[in-house]
């Protein structure tokens, strides 16, 4: 019986779970499972994207059959080659004898290798200039060498905003009823083996990624369809800023990961009171033995910590079996920008040391530290002082590293940060207005800044619960009126604290300015304003930020820009409590008060859209 599940009224998922796999590609255990996903879009004609592995075919040609609703199939994009995406192609296109291939040159080469299809007349070779009109989609194809193997290429609908990602923001884990990513707490549940599925899989190719994320960049995407994993419609920065971090082969936590190879505890013993030491100074620590944790979970583990261990026992005058599988592994995987100690251990003549070290040391950036233990045989008292120095330099460096790149998109890196740290930066104030239709919108926001001078070139950040938000998105242009110390109180509450959806925001304004883009501005208590046209949108979860060419600029007045300091001393009225109200919350930004004992934690002030993070206790 068909299994299929419904993306978006035209697009439905008909992929297929395996649970039984028990090594992806013959070397990956999954315990989790896998998913082969597969996508077919109905249109004026219909497209299915890639297949599935030759393991689940049959449901897979009954979910494809199901979600046709008796239609012809007419196309069927290869994306990639690998076989656990491309071994029922033979099978659908026999099923659907009109139906024409749409892939590149590389992947019809390798269809030839593959499946010995020599006769490209069925084929549509497309290139990166060519479209799919399907009807109401347009198919958009980018080329993506090398993620994970030469001939892909992804997909963008850019009628839906949808970006069909081939094996990028894929993860190991079957589906477990749950198709989206939001359906689930995808950072505490799965984001473990998303890491260890990139790392593995792609991790060597970090520059290819580079160059499919930057291509990708200027598209407008509200959708990822990958071919493994969850489907991304909401947070997609949430693992995009990931695969930004994995591919520049960036840590993504400060702390150390301690790998250890022993073969009677004496190594582990030196490793363990390691261990003890760092989480004694402060630094977070996560360990391994390397004999029976399989290589993919420390190669995923290296690519999250800042700062790496081996501990190896001297065998055969070399390094220990597994852990000389595992540094091999790690400099395959092109493993960068870490800092290194190693600790060995010989009975006789150490020499797993230098080894290792020789090896980390063809990788780029890789600190290998001069602070080195020896152990014969067993550590001795005298060495735990060595261990101490070691543990210190780590812990120090650690802690450094920290300050300068606190939390990189991490959310296990929270405890690192204090928000408040972020509040005691500079801000000012401004209008930012939209114009959609015969429709003008403004609000009020904090987060205008310049980013380059040629050309001129600004960005602002919006709270996507703002309805201007929504209205830039979508026209791609705005104002900015910049708001001075004079600027009432009024002015703000006219801006900050009502909805555009349901008013409008101008109502009994005594100006009608508008500049060149024909959008309003705000004349009145503002010393400039500045037009520009979007170019580039960036999806930061509850926020968007959009950069932007200057199109306009004046100056008003010369008096002094108000700064969001300048606001909360002497412009916001201090909050009016209730005589009777014993027990709340008041929002800092706008007054606005929640009456309780406790502040839920993920509350949005009604009026000003600020989080619990400004709300202090009566
Ligand atoms: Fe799941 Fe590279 O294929």
Not at 19 to 32: C, K, Q, T
Not at 196 to 223: D, F
Not at 232 to 247: A, C, D, G, P, T
Not at 487 to 513: E, L, M, R, V
């Amino acid at each position: 019986m068909y299994c299929t599940k419904k993306i978006t009224d035209d697009l439905t998922w008909v992929g297929v779970n395996d649970r039984r796999l028990a090594m992806f590609e013959g070397v990956y255990s999954v315990p989790d499972g896998v998913s082969y996903n597969s996508y077919l879009l109905r249109d004026e004609k219909n497209v299915l994207f890639d297949t599935v592995d030759k393991a689940v075919t049959r449901r897979f040609i009954e979910n494809v059959v199901h979600a046709l609703d008796g239609e012809n199939l007419d196309y069927l994009i290869v994306q990639h080659m690998e076989p656990d995406h491309s071994a029922a192609m033979l099978e659908i296109m026999n099923l659907y004898p009109g139906l024409k291939v749409v892939c590149n040159r590389k992947i019809a080469d390798m269809i030839g290798q593959f499946y010995g299809i020599t006769d490209l007349s069925r084929f549509l070779l497309v290139t990166e200039v060519d479209t799919l009109d399907t009807g109401k989609h347009t198919l958009h194809f980018v080329m993506a060498p090398m993620v994970h193997w030469p001939e892909v290429m992804v997909t963008y609908d850019s009628a839906d905003k949808i970006l069909f990602s081939a094996d990028a923001y894929g993860s190991f884990g079957a589906l477990n009823g749950a198709l989206f990513a939001d359906e689930v707490d995808f950072g505490r549940d799965y984001m473990d083996e998303a890491r260890r599925y990139y790392t593995n899989i792609v991790g060597k190719y970090g520059p290819q990624v580079q160059s499919l994320l930057n291509k990708a960049e200027p598209l407008e995407i509200k959708m990822i369809c990958p071919l493994h994993g969850f489907v991304w419609r909401k947070n997609i920065n949430e693992i995009v800023s990931k695969y930004e971090l994995w591919s520049a082969y960036q840590p993504e936590e400060s702390g150390v990961m301690i790998a250890y190879a022993s073969v009677y505890g004496n190594t582990e013993n030196a490793a363990e009171i390691l261990a003890c030491r760092l989480r004694d100074k402060g630094a977070k620590t996560e360990m391994f033995d390397v004999s029976v944790t399989a290589a993919s979970e420390i190669v995923s583990s290296a690519f999250r910590w800042s700062h790496l261990v081996f501990a190896s026992t001297t065998y055969n005058a070399g390094i220990f079996v597994s852990m000389e599988a595992l540094v091999s592994d790690l400099v395959a995987h092109n493993i960068q920008n870490r800092t290194v100690a190693v600790i060995e251990n010989g009975s006789w003549a150490p020499t797993s040391g230098n080894l290792i070290a020789a090896k980390l040391g063809e990788c780029k950036n890789i600190k290998i530290l001069d602070n080195r233990i020896s152990v014969r045989s067993s550590l001795k008292e005298e060495q735990l002082k060595e261990i101490d120095a070691l543990a210190d330099e780590l812990a120090g460096t650690v802690r450094a590293e920290a300050k300068e790149s606190p939390a990189p998109g991490g959310k296990a890196a929270s405890a690192l940060v204090d928000s408040a740290a972020a509040r005691k930066l500079s801000y000012g104030l401004f209008i930012l207005t939209a114009k959609e239709g015969g429709k003008d919108n403004g609000c009020v926001i904090n987060t205008a800044a310049q980013v380059t001078d040629s050309p001129l070139r600004i960005s602002v950040t919006v709270n996507k619960l703002n309805c201007t938000c929504d209205m830039i998105s979508r026209s791609g242009e705005f104002n900015v009126s910049v708001l001075t110390e004079s600027a009432p109180f009024d002015i703000f509450k006219q801006f900050g604290f009502t909805c555009g959806k349901d008013s409008d925001k101008f109502a009994g304004a005594a100006y009608n300015a508008r500049t060149e883009n024909g959008i309003r501005f705000v004349p009145e208590y503002t010393n400039s304003v500045i037009s520009a046209k979007v170019t580039q949108t960036l999806d930061c979860g509850t926020h968007i930020l959009f950069i932007a060419d200057v199109t306009q600029a004046f100056v008003l007045s010369e008096e002094r820009s108000a700064t969001y300091q300048y606001y909360y001393d002497h412009i916001k009225p201090k909050p009016q409590l209730p005589k009777e109200m014993k027990k709340g919350f008041v929002c800092k930004i706008c007054g606005y008060i929640h009456e309780g004992d406790d502040l839920p934690a993920d509350i949005i002030c009604p009026l000003c859209k600020h989080g619990a993070d400004d709300f202090e206790r009566i």
